[in-house]
């Protein structure tokens, strides 16, 4: 399935509520970020605390462009954690961090505007 980063794309394909809450977002607090050599685009490996329930999570996210490894670290993000581990390169992704395209295309990571418990689920 192609995703459209286009703002002004339409709506996607109309679901059934069920099928947004089988998709499982957490927020989770990023506990170390590095640059990661293997991706096609700037990236960084993540390690995530997404809380007692889900524990640590690793995640490759291409989002070099607007961030610093010393920036995300500290900072919560949301998360689907329920998707099958993933191979980047050489890397295993076990959580898919979730953002937005800015202009340029590049990854704004979605984040709570106030701080939560790691592990809670987006509804």
Not at 26 to 49: C, H, M, N, W
Not at 69 to 77: A, K, M, T
Not at 91 to 97: I, K, Q, V
């Amino acid at each position: 399935m192609h995703v459209d980063h286009d703002p002004m794309a339409p709506a996607g394909e109309e679901i059934a509520f069920d099928d947004f809450l089988r998709v499982d977002i957490r927020i989770g607090t990023v506990v170390a970020a590095e640059v990661y050599e293997g991706a096609r685009k700037p990236s960084f490996q993540l390690r995530i605390d997404f809380g007692p329930g889900v524990g640590e999570r690793k995640s490759v996210g291409q989002v070099a462009g607007l961030y610093t490894p010393e920036e995300l670290v500290g900072r919560q993000v949301a998360g689907v954690v329920n998707f099958p581990p993933r191979q980047i390169g050489n890397a295993l992704s076990e959580a898919l961090t979730v953002g937005f395209a800015d202009e340029d295309g590049r990854v704004v990571l979605f984040s709570p505007d106030k701080p939560v418990p790691n592990g809670s689920r987006l509804f």
